[in-house]
């Protein structure tokens, strides 16, 4: 395990928290997790995702704990710094792919709650593309959403109403288009964004993207971590994962 700052900021250094397989293999898959908990101050950082990091890492994929500003850091945070940081990030492992032995067309961005939220807007949201990520491609070339928020116009008015006029903007919900790369998604129907999720799968398909779309019942937000519910939900959403990156080729 290695650490890797990707971006210097105004309000601190940003790291990668890089989980290597014991392989010594070029040409392999990268997986970026992105936390969520970070549109209000919560104890959720990017080691959130270390179980899941060492578990992909066990199976020979390079996986990535992605370090990016939240409001528990950030004076004056918005969602446009960590879109920024996410679209550096991906920008940044495909410009060393060879430091780390990954290949540049088998990178996958995976993200929780606010973290899919970000992973989205990072890839959707014209206006904003290409922030500060330099002239690498910030698309992956697949993606995995546990719960992610959809609904920016939502998120925006509620969190950070002096981002009101870019709201529509900045919601993966409303701007869904064709040819985007192909998606798993994990969420419970006791979780309170269900309907805008079941929303977004529905709007993504009828566009013609590819979504394995997986719901869980009576299951509440976070129900995929670490340590829930006697880990049963995290083997399972897990054996999923691997089966649909067995799919494409990426494991």
């Not at 309000?11 to 992105?34: E, V």
């Not at 908990?37 to 066990?58: C, N, P, Q, T």
């Not at 089966?243 to 990426?250: N, P, R």
Request: charged content about 20%; proline content about 5%; glycine content about 6%.
């Amino acid at each position: 395990m290695i650490e890797k700052i990707y971006k210097r900021t105004n309000d601190r250094d940003l790291k990668l928290l890089i989980h290597n397989p014991h392989n010594q293999l070029r040409n392999r898959t990268a997986i970026l997790f992105f936390h969520g908990g970070s549109y209000v101050k919560s104890d959720r950082d990017y080691l959130a995702f270390k179980h899941h990091a060492e578990l992909y890492a066990s199976k020979g994929i390079v996986s990535i704990c992605v370090d990016y500003r939240t409001a528990n850091d950030t004076i004056g945070f918005s969602p446009l710094n960590a879109i920024s940081d996410a679209q550096s990030a991906i920008s940044f492992i495909r410009k060393h792919h060879m430091e780390f032995g990954i290949n540049p067309n088998k990178v996958v961005m995976c993200g929780a709650s606010s973290g899919g939220f970000t992973v989205l807007c990072s890839i959707l949201s014209n206006e904003i593309k290409q922030l500060d990520a330099g002239s690498e491609n910030t698309m992956p070339n697949a993606m995995i959403m546990f719960n992610p928020g959809v609904d920016g116009i939502e998120v925006i008015n509620r969190l950070f109403p002096t981002l009101s006029d870019q709201a529509e903007k900045l919601s993966p919900l409303h701007n869904i288009k064709p040819k985007l790369p192909p998606l798993i998604w994990f969420i419970g129907t006791a979780d309170v964004i269900y309907d805008s999720n079941v929303e977004f799968y529905k709007k993504w398909v009828d566009e013609g993207n590819q979504c394995d779309f997986f719901t869980y019942d009576a299951m509440p937000h976070g129900f995929f971590n670490y340590g829930q519910y006697g880990n049963k939900p995290f083997q399972m959403t897990n054996q999923k994962i691997e089966k649909f990156l067995h799919s494409l080729q990426f494991v």
